[in-house]
């Protein structure tokens, strides 16, 4: 089990049909304001309903532990530290690109995987990595031409 801030990745191992039954946890708050587009929504919500992702929700214990935080010194959204709480409560660890997160989490006492790192955890071969990979630098490289 891991805790993922990434649609991007999600949405590439959908498309490679590498989705696990629950393997990853996203933070339900992403799906509130304006924090992903109506693609990145829908494909959210297609895989909590195909129980490929867990959507989790927090509770109380989340809010007091971010009103606890100095959240203006903090340079990521609620979602994100939403994402932080779920992997250090859970003990699971958090899978992002994110290096603010990455910093934050490790800050928080949580362990953090880049994506070569969850490839490997998550058994994937060599070639199959690559091959995400290389989707995954196209995407961002797009993304960033936008």
Same mark, same amino acid.
């Given at each position: 089990m891991m805790v993922t801030t990434d649609v991007e990745l999600l949405n590439c191992l959908r498309i490679l049909n590498?989705?696990?039954n629950g393997e990853y946890y996203f933070s339900n708050l992403y799906?509130? &304001?304006n924090y992903l587009t109506g693609? !990145?929504?829908q494909t959210l919500s297609n895989l909590f *309903?195909? *129980?490929?992702i +867990?959507? #989790?929700e927090l509770g109380n214990d989340f809010y007091k532990f971010y009103q606890g935080l100095e959240t203006e010194k903090i340079p990521i959204a609620l979602p994100g530290m939403s994402s932080i709480f779920f992997a250090k409560d859970s003990n699971f660890p958090l899978v992002t690109k994110c290096r603010i997160t990455k910093r934050i989490a490790e800050e928080n006492g949580v362990v953090? $995987? &880049? $994506? !070569? !790192?969850? #490839?490997k955890?998550? &058994?994937m071969q060599q070639s *199959? +990595?690559?091959y995400i990979n290389r989707i995954l630098l196209m995407m961002e490289t797009k993304e960033n031409q936008i």
């Open positions: 590498m989705l696990k799906m509130t &304001n693609v !990145e929504r *309903q195909d *129980q490929k +867990i959507l #989790f953090v $995987y &880049n $994506y !070569e !790192e969850m #490839f955890c998550s &058994n *199959q +990595i690559d």
